[in-house]
Structures are given as structure tokens and as C-alpha cells.
């Protein structure tokens, strides 16, 4: 595997009595899918919201390309490259394609001396991502809502990769959607890799993950229990990692 992009060093957070991350280490390296598993409060948003910046942890360090991105604002952090694509993907339904690849940061050009929104142009740049993608919507006039959930996932993921994304982070990117719209959605992550993008994907859907990780961190109870490269485990051997039957066995 190539040389590591983000590190997560003894990173710990509480809330209050609650250990939400004990001296947590995490790695990625370029062009690698790493699936993060656990079961709900196994502390897996909680890592990725310190590394989106949306929490602060009280211990450890976050490294990002030899930087040290620990506590710093979620704007900067996507300024520097991390895109994180949340289930809700955080799209506007009423606006269409070319107007989501540019959510917040709109083009605009000057009508007889006032500023209005260009969409063509955005339309034209929303394509070339799409293109670079290999993925087709029939018109980018269309408004997201008359969109597949696939098509949905697609958008987010292009307006991560229209501004430079170097990490992505897609949680649940799979969840609700019909067979062949996760086969698309599959082949997007894919994608995503062959052009040297790694990515952090959240899944309980233990086919995806068999499909496209590279390598598997399960975390129970704010720790990381295993970090298994791809051939070393199954769908069972992982599940009695999320769910610690090592330690019940242990115990008895």
C-alpha cells in the first residue's frame, strides 16, 4: 500500500462520563478503501466527526498529508481535501445538478452590470465530473428531487471530486437503495480508488464491504478491536469482531 494520508493518533473523546473514543489509532493510505464497522455507539461518527472537524477530541492528534488538522474548523478541513458525505447527502432537492456541484460556492457572471447565477456554465462543469465519473444523467436541468437515489449519491460524490477531494468519507452510502442502484453506487466507490482517491466508507451492509474494502477497522465501545487487511477475514469473522464474541469467549 502506497504512503499513509490521514492518521489518527491516541485520539480520545467523552461526553462528559461517556468514552465515546479510548486513545483511538486510525490510518489510511492513498488509493485504499477502508470500511470502519461497528455496531451504533461503537464510536465510528464520533472518530469521523473529529476528523471532519466537527468535534474537537480531548487527547490525541489527527494527521492529514504530514499535517496536524486536530481541532481545526470544518470549513478548513474541507479546504485541505476531506469531503465527507453524509446518509442525508446534505443536497438541495429544489436546485438542479450543476447547482448542488456548486452548493455554497455558486458561479456567477454579470447581466447588464448585475451579478446572476451562471447555470450553464455550472451545468458544463457538473458534466465533466459526471463524465470523469462515467456517470450519465439525462439532463442536468433536472431538479435533484426527480432524481434515483443512485443518481443522488452520484451528485454528492461529484461535488466532492469537482473540489479536490483527497479523502472522502461516504457514511451508509448504500442504505435505501434498491439492488442496481447499490451496484452503481459500488462502482462509484471503485472509481473513486482507480484514481488514487481513498476513501472511509461506514456500512453496516457486510456485501459492500466484502465487495470494495481493501481493509476492515471494527470499533466496540470506542476501541478499535481488530484491523484486518483484505484476505484476512470473512462476514462471519468480522461480525464476532463487532459484536465481541473474542471477548465473551475470553471471559467464559
Known amino acids: 500500500m502506497s504512503e499513509l494520508i490521514l492518521q489518527c493518533q491516541q485520539v480520545s473523546k467523552h461526553f462528559g462520563g461517556l468514552v465515546a473514543l479510548n486513545h483511538v489509532d486510525f490510518d489510511v493510505s492513498c488509493g485504499e478503501v477502508v470500511a470502519l464497522l461497528g455496531d451504533n455507539g461503537a464510536g465510528k461518527s464520533t472518530l469521523i466527526k473529529c476528523i471532519s472537524g466537527v468535534y474537537r477530541p480531548e487527547q490525541g492528534r ?8 486536530t481541532g481545526h474548523a470544518p470549513s478548513e478541513i474541507r479546504d485541505s481535501g ?3 458525505i453524509y446518509q442525508d447527502l446534505a443536497l438541495a432537492e429544489n436546485l438542479d445538478v450543476g447547482a448542488n456541484v456548486f ?3 455558486e458561479k456567477t457572471r454579470r ?3 448585475i451579478p446572476v447565477t451562471d447555470d450553464e456554465y455550472m451545468r458544463r462543469e457538473a458534466a465533466k465530473v459526471l463524465d470523469r465519473l462515467d456517470i450519465h444523467i439525462p439532463s442536468l436541468k433536472q431538479k435533484l428531487v426527480n432524481l434515483s437515489g443512485g443518481q443522488r449519491q452520484a451528485v454528492a460524490i461529484a461535488r466532492a471530486l469537482y473540489w479536490n477531494a483527497r479523502l472522502v468519507i461516504m457514511d451508509e452510502p448504500t442504505a435505501a437503495l434498491g439492488v442496481p442502484e447499490q451496484r452503481k453506487v459500488l462502482a ?14 461506514i456500512s453496516h451492509t457486510m456485501q459492500d464491504v466484502m465487495e470494495v474494502a481493501d481493509r476492515c477497522v471494527v470499533m466496540r465501545r470506542g476501541r478499535v478491536v481488530a484491523n484486518l487487511p ?12 463487532i459484536v465481541g464474541a473474542g471477548e465473551m469467549s475470553a471471559a467464559s
Open 82 to 84: 476531506i469531503e465527507t
Open 188 to 201: 462509484l466507490v471503485r472509481s473513486l480508488r482507480d484514481q488514487g482517491i481513498p476513501i472511509i466508507l
Open 230 to 241: 483484505k484476505g484476512e477475514y470473512d462476514v462471519e469473522v468480522l461480525v464476532k469482531h
Open 62 to 69: 489527527i494527521i492529514f498529508d504530514g499535517k496536524d488538522i
Open 103 to 105: 452548493l455554497g460556492k
Open 111 to 113: 447581466l447588464f452590470g
